[in-house]
């Protein structure tokens, strides 16, 4: 299966199908580190865990057991206890982040590419995100994210900041929510507008 490197959202040349979604996603150091940590330590079996956060930025990790590997000694798989699902859910929640998607390693392959199993999984938990981290070269570790269109993952562009920089991108992303709030009460009042002027 050939993953395209990068779509856009505004790309007209793809006429059908489901919308492709296009976003520069945003990770504190701390965060990667630990993800990349948690995938090493569990090494050569597969490791994975929940990303929470709000729009692109992600600010919360949620490590899991690999349920495959402890039920069956499966290192080649990953499987996820429904408690492990509703455990990381509540977390987000508390602290007022949601659910984005998940993250896992794949200790024998070159490249972070998600195989079909990666796909339908994540297609199944309804899931937006997906982070890859490739372990076949310990001293290269290599990461890819992508975001779920339909059935397709569309690769994104990956930024790791420093934690201090977070402080930058939440005040944006502040603004941005004051404008989209401006933008659906300036909506609802030409709405009502309109209803005035037809009832006269």
Same mark, same amino acid.
């Given at each position: 299966?050939?993953?395209?490197?990068?779509?856009?959202?505004?790309?007209?040349?793809?006429?059908? =199908?489901?919308?492709?979604?296009?976003?520069? +996603?945003?990770?504190?150091?701390?965060?990667?580190? +630990?993800?990349?940590?948690?995938?090493?330590?569990?090494?050569?079996?597969?490791? #994975?865990?929940? +990303? #929470?956060?709000? =729009?692109? +930025?992600?600010?919360?990790?949620?490590?899991v057991p690999n349920f495959a590997f402890i039920e069956f000694r499966e290192k080649h798989e990953f499987g996820i206890a429904e408690t492990d699902c509703l455990r990381a859910n509540q977390f987000f929640e508390e602290y007022k982040m949601d659910t984005l998607g998940f993250y896992h390693s794949h200790p024998s392959s070159g490249l972070p590419v998600p195989s079909k199993q990666d796909i339908t999984a994540q297609t199944v938990r309804a899931l937006r995100l997906m982070m890859v981290i490739s372990l076949a070269d310990l001293n290269s570790t290599k990461v890819a994210a992508y975001f779920m269109s339909g059935t397709t993952p569309v690769k994104q562009i990956l930024t790791v900041i420093k934690d201090e920089g977070l402080n930058k991108y939440l005040l944006e992303l502040d603004i941005e929510r004051q404008k989209m709030n401006y933008l659906q009460e300036m909506e609802k009042l030409d709405k009502r507008v309109e209803q005035i002027l037809q009832s006269r």
């Open positions: 299966m050939s993953i395209p490197d990068r779509w856009s959202i505004n790309d007209r040349t793809r006429l059908t =199908g489901p919308p492709i979604i296009f976003m520069d +996603l945003i990770i504190i150091k701390r965060h990667f580190d +630990l993800i990349i940590t948690h995938c090493r330590d569990n090494y050569p079996a597969e490791a #994975g865990g929940f +990303l #929470g956060g709000i =729009g692109n +930025l992600i600010l919360g990790v949620f490590p």
